[in-house]
């Protein structure tokens, strides 16, 4: 079945998405290429590799370039589908997204996974957070939501179709002592989903939760 919305790990506030959706696997061929954005470690890399199977061409974007290259060779040697790689650090905020855009041109990008996410570098009271950390969980957790989902959302209205998962996180439901930043962070991907949901029905928006997990997700910066 549709492997976003039913992955056994996760939980969706989004419900009634899954009556959009054909249970058919044949869904898969209306979307011609996937996106994921910290995409060499855990959720994001489970996602890219997932819909590999199905027959989707994959974009992996991430930091760390040794590592995009192991991922996308890995895939490339298990399924017969175009793999790309972009390198890009989410802390640099806005400069990032020329090229990024520059990579996306000419390609029909049916699905998009907004994962690329920081904790911090060390849990502290916010008159001692450094403010190297401030920026970087701006930049990665707030603006990178936003960003991508600007350079992908005119190709998915022009044709009418598209997916769009935002992952996000627990803490953005309760107070979190020493990570009221990152907290802050996950309300407002909550919020900003929601009104991308109200006002762009056509496609399938969804919300991922992570339950708690040993998953590389907290200092990598993925």
């Known amino acids: 079945w549709w492997w976003l919305l039913a992955h056994p790990r996760l939980t969706y506030h989004n419900s009634r998405l899954s009556s959009s959706l054909s249970s058919s696997e044949s869904t898969f061929t209306h979307f011609i290429t996937l996106i994921v954005t910290g995409a060499t470690d855990g959720i994001g890399k ?3 590799i997932e819909l590999a199977k199905k027959g989707m061409n994959i974009v992996l974007i991430s930091r760390t370039q040794e590592k995009l290259e192991k991922v996308a060779q890995e895939i490339r040697g298990q399924y ?3 793999t790309d790689i972009v390198r890009a650090d989410f802390t640099d ?10 990579h996306l041109e000419g390609k029909e990008i049916g699905i998009l996974v ?9 849990p502290c009271l916010f008159k001692d957070a450094p403010e190297d950390d401030i920026w970087a969980l701006l930049n990665v957790n707030s603006a990178a939501v936003p960003a991508m989902i600007k350079l992908v959302l005119p190709g998915m209205m022009a044709r009418r ?5 935002n992952i996000s996180s627990m803490a953005g439901s309760f107070p979190l002592p020493l990570f009221q930043i990152y907290c802050g962070t996950k309300v407002g991907c909550f ?4 009104g991308t949901l109200t006002m762009h029905s056509q496609l399938l928006v969804t919300l991922s939760v992570p339950q ?3 998953l590389i997700v907290c200092r990598s910066g993925l």
Not at 114 to 122: I, M, P
Not at 161 to 165: L, N, Y
Not at 191 to 194: E, K, N, S, V
């Open 191 to 194: 919020l900003f989903h929601r």
């Open 212 to 214: 708690a997990t040993g």
């Open 93 to 102: 905020g806005r400069p990032i997204y020329d090229n990024i855009r520059k």
């Open 80 to 82: 017969e589908v175009e």
């Open 114 to 122: 907004n994962n690329v996410g920081v904790v911090g570098s060390v």
């Open 46 to 48: 489970a996602y890219a």
């Open 161 to 165: 179709k598209g997916a769009i998962v």
